[in-house]
């Protein structure tokens, strides 16, 4: 049988003095058998009780019983047979009559009881989850309460759980300890993608300026809430030289972008503008030079074509290098250094180029004395101008330069003069076929015309997301012929005119999703006609105006009583109703 007492219990207390230190003289009657009347008992920690024996025969006398325990650790028992449960486990509790060779033994087992019930610390363990999640043990802790009023915390290898992995929606987790059982509820939410992450890097992370990024060896995979990854083919990456900006190339991906960071370079570095021609002239095809610091009453820097050759600031605390210009001398001169009809370029990055007042050359410009840049490309990248005559020109002496393309990306031009000069324009092109001018991201403010095209054929001009305004026309193209404008993606044009088309022919304008603004600058109708788009002499070319704002302003803020605003007005001659 197995007794289970309360840590007060002595309801089995028996006076055992009288048979167990019994010295009375007189005949000895020896105990034949002995034996507890429980060979089990339970006991729960901190409790004790009195073992009860039966002794035979019942008259046996003058006798001494002995009393130990297997492991003093659980129980320890006394000399009057009380048993005390000190910790958790199990004893053997033996009594022996002393030189009789008869002995009985007893169980003891310590414990807190049965289990009334089980619970978990709901504040420090995880109960949300993510689908494809496994359950986390790691702040998982369980606590049971016993019928002994005991409450105490399960380790963990001591109790089972029993939960589904990996996890999805519905789930939940069970504990089982001992002969209970436990429901933890669990929240499981649907997993979704929250960003990229390079999980193989790719085998080249250095690069000099100019160079396109190779992603070979490189793995891209989408990342999860749950933490899970996994592996993308479709991505795309920075496809464009690597410019100023290249400690980091972008990876997209859907709505995802990730900027993974490399490590760029430049052939060679410049602090003092004086050894920047000796480095130009020396230095090998497609190589880069890295320009620092402030530079003032500069000579123009002679750029051969043939070189590809890429000039990048190098930012101080954000503030780009500047470069101020001396009178009647240009930034760079691009010349033609051998007679090559292979494509070639010239990149500028990353720089401040400031013209002096009234000055009368461009920043950049092109020595046409010998006239042979064909197949030629001028990069600009956030480089701002402050010009007085011109920020770029590129101009044939005779006939046409063939597949030129200038390409003007996050860059600010502004005219520093305060009074309109004459031929004073932010970007001329004239004499060019077969190439295009295409402007992005950028910002061009003009006291005169602001973009000049003249004498081109088969010249596209595309002006996307950037801002444009003009005290006099936006867009000037004189005799201009099959070829394509577009203006697009939020741009905006402000000017007494938006496009002047003089002597043209043949030509497709697009103007989609853009704002135009004419500007009235006089109260007299007769001298104060806006228009968005003129023509000029000009025939059998097709206008497409689409999604585009169209609105008056007025000069210095004074609203005049008169105003004329021409969508489109044709001027000079019966042919121009070719126009569509």
Known sequence: TRVRSSAASDVYKRQFSSFLLFSCKGDTIPVESISFEQEEIDLYKSGSMYLRLNILPSNAKNFYLDWSSSDPQVATINKEGKVKAVNYGTAIITCTVRNQGKSTSCEVTVSDGGIVTLHFDELSMIKTYFEGQSFSYTDLHV?????????????????????????????????KYKNYEKVIPLNILEDFAIGLQVTKPPVKTEYFIGEMFDNTGMEVSLVYASGRTEVIEDYSYTKNPLMYDGNSIKITYQDFVLDYPITLKAHYTVSNYS????????AGNNESIMLKG??????????????????????????????????GNPAFIIYDDIDTDSPTSFTLANLNIVAP????????????????????????????????????EITSKEG????????????????????????????VMKGLSNGKLDIKNSEISSIADSIFIENCQNYDISIDATNISSSN?????????????????????????????????????????????GIQQKEDIAENEMGIVYLIGSSENNISIKSTEIKNEYMNNLQYQNAILHLVEIKDGDVLSSNN
């Open 143 to 175: 606590w049971a309460s016993f019928e002994s009023g005991v409450e105490r915390e399960i380790p963990q290898g001591e109790y089972e759980i029993i939960v589904p992995d990996p996890l999805k929606i519905g789930d939940s987790a069970i504990i």
């Open 275 to 282: 050894d920047l021609q000796t480095i130009v002239d020396s």
């Open 294 to 327: 402030t530079h003032s009453n500069v000579k123009t820097i002679r750029i051969p074509k043939s070189k590809n050759l890429t000039i990048v600031g190098q930012s101080n605390d954000g503030v780009k290098p500047i470069i101020n210009t001396s009178s």
């Open 357 to 392: 007042s009234n000055d009368s050359t461009s920043l950049i410009t092109y020595d046409n004395s010998q006239n042979k840049l064909n197949n030629f490309t001028l990069n600009i990248e956030n480089v701002y101008f402050n010009y007085s005559a011109s920020a770029i």
């Open 400 to 427: 046409y330069l063939n597949n030129i393309n200038v390409n003007i990306i996050l860059s600010t031009i502004r005219n520093k003069n305060a009074v309109q000069t004459e031929d004073s324009y932010a970007v």
């Open 473 to 517: 026309t936006v867009l000037y193209l004189k005799n201009l012929i099959e070829s394509s404008i577009s203006l697009l993606n939020n741009s905006y044009f402000k000017g007494n005119v938006a496009i002047n088309m003089d002597s043209s022919s043949a030509n497709e304008i697009t103007i989609e999703n853009c704002y135009l603004s």
